[in-house]
C-alpha cells in the first residue's frame, strides 16, 4: 500500500497569509498527486491534479508543486473561503488520501 | 451539468452485505477514459478511498479492503455497484461516489464530480 502523510494536521491562520500544506508518499508516484478541498458536511472539491494543474475555475491563489515524493500546496493569499480541510491523493496505484490539514482561522 | 448521487440502506447490521448504488447523468460510462469511484469517510475522520471502475471495465480496489469490495457498472443505465460483504461498526461512514469525467483529469484518476454522499452506519 501507499501510505501519503500529510503536515501539519491543523494550522492556524489569517486573511492574507501565505499558507503551505505538504505531503509525503510513501513511494515515488511520478505525477499521481491530487488535492481536494473540503468544507463541513459538503462533499470534497477537486483543486489541484497532476501534481500541479489547476482545475477549471479554481482560484489562481491555489497551487500546487513537487515531484517523486513530496509535493506542496500552497494558497498565496487567504481568503475567507479557504477555511476547510484539505486533502491529498494519489491515484499512481488504486488511490489513498492523506489525513487532512484543517486550516482554521487564527 | 453532471450530477451523481449515491442511495442504499442508511442501517445495517454486522456481518450483514452492503449494497450501495451510484446513479449519475450528464456523462456516460461508455465515453472512453471515463471511471466512476467510491470513498468513503467515518464520521469525524479523514477520506478513505476505496474502488474505482472504468468505462472499459478495468478495476481498482483498495489492497487493505480488496476482499471485501466488488465493483460493477450498468453502462446503460449510468449506474455504477458497490458492494462491501461482513460490515462492521467501524465501516460506519459516509460514502461518496466520485466521478472523473475531464479527459486530462480522468487519466490521472482524480475525481472532479462529487456526489453527496449518503450516511451508512453498522448497529445491531
Known amino acids: 500500500d501507499i501510505q501519503m502523510t500529510q503536515s501539519p494536521s491543523s494550522l492556524s491562520a489569517s486573511v492574507g497569509d501565505r499558507v503551505i500544506i505538504t505531503c509525503r508518499a510513501s513511494?515515488?508516484?511520478?505525477?499521481?498527486l491530487h488535492w481536494y478541498q473540503q468544507k463541513p458536511g459538503r462533499a470534497p472539491n477537486l483543486l489541484i491534479y497532476?501534481?500541479?494543474k489547476l482545475k477549471s475555475g479554481v482560484p489562481s491563489r491555489f497551487s500546487g508543486s513537487g515531484s517523486g515524493t513530496d509535493f506542496t500546496l500552497t494558497i498565496s493569499s487567504l481568503q475567507p473561503e479557504d477555511f476547510a480541510t484539505y486533502y491529498c491523493?494519489?491515484?499512481?496505484?488504486?488511490?489513498?488520501f492523506g489525513q487532512g490539514t484543517k486550516v482554521e482561522m487564527k | 451539468q453532471i450530477t451523481l448521487k449515491e442511495s442504499g440502506p442508511t442501517l445495517v447490521k454486522p456481518t450483514q452485505t452492503l449494497t450501495l448504488t451510484c446513479s449519475f447523468s450528464g456523462s456516460s460510462l461508455s465515453t472512453s477514459g471515463v471511471g466512476v469511484g467510491w470513498i468513503r469517510q467515518p464520521p469525524g475522520k479523514p477520506l478513505e478511498w476505496l474502488a474505482l471502475i472504468f468505462w472499459d471495465d478495468d478495476r481498482r480496489y483498495s489492497p487493505s479492503l480488496k476482499g471485501r469490495l466488488t465493483i460493477t457498472k450498468d453502462s446503460s443505465k449510468n449506474q455504477v455497484v458497490l458492494t462491501m460483504t461482513n460490515m462492521a461498526p467501524e465501516d460506519t461512514a459516509t460514502y461518496y461516489c466520485?466521478?472523473?469525467?475531464?479527459?486530462?483529469?480522468?487519466?490521472?484518476?482524480?475525481?472532479?464530480?462529487w456526489g453527496q454522499g449518503t450516511m451508512v452506519t453498522v448497529s445491531s
Open positions: 513511494q515515488n508516484i511520478g505525477t499521481y
Open positions: 497532476g501534481v500541479s
Open positions: 466520485a466521478l472523473n469525467v475531464d479527459p486530462g483529469i480522468a487519466l490521472l484518476e482524480a475525481f472532479d464530480v
Open positions: 491523493q494519489q491515484s499512481h496505484t488504486a488511490g489513498t
